[in-house]
Nanobody, 117 residues
Framework: QVQLVESGGGLVQPGGSLRLSCTASGLIYRLYVVAWYRQAPGKEREWVAGITSGGVPNYADSVKGRFTISRGNAKNTAYLQMNSLKPKDSAVYYC???????????WGQGTQVTVSS
């Protein structure tokens, strides 16, 4: 059974930092592309960042230069380091994993990030 578990969310002041983690089980993690999405109340879920199985990252313009996505294949865990956080970054953050060429997509349960003074 595939399971993705996110952690690391919380309340932080503007300008602060958080690191989100997404740990996978039940799949061959190193074969999967990992992406982070977020969804704020009343808004659609949006893509934030992604990283290929080979470790090549890509970012939405809104977070470029502030967020860093990485993966540790030995621990089946992906990370999203978020710096210089802004109130508009507040959302539920989800990780997604998909193996290139396959249709199955796996989502985590989400972790809440709130940026507020």
């Amino acid at each position: 059974q595939v399971q993705l578990v996110e952690s690391g969310g919380g309340l932080v002041q503007p300008g602060g930092s958080l690191r989100l983690s997404c740990t996978a089980s039940g799949l061959i993690y190193r074969l999967y592309v990992v992406a982070w999405y977020r969804q704020a109340p009343g808004k659609e879920r949006e893509w934030v960042a992604g990283i290929t199985s080979g470790g090549v990252p890509n970012y939405a313009d809104s977070v470029k230069g502030r967020f860093t996505i990485s993966r540790g294949n030995a621990k089946n865990t992906a990370y999203l380091q978020m710096n210089s956080l802004k109130p508009k970054d507040s959302a539920v953050y989800y990780c997604k994993m998909q193996r290139p060429g396959f249709t199955s997509v796996w989502w985590g349960q989400g972790t809440q990030v709130t940026v507020s003074s």
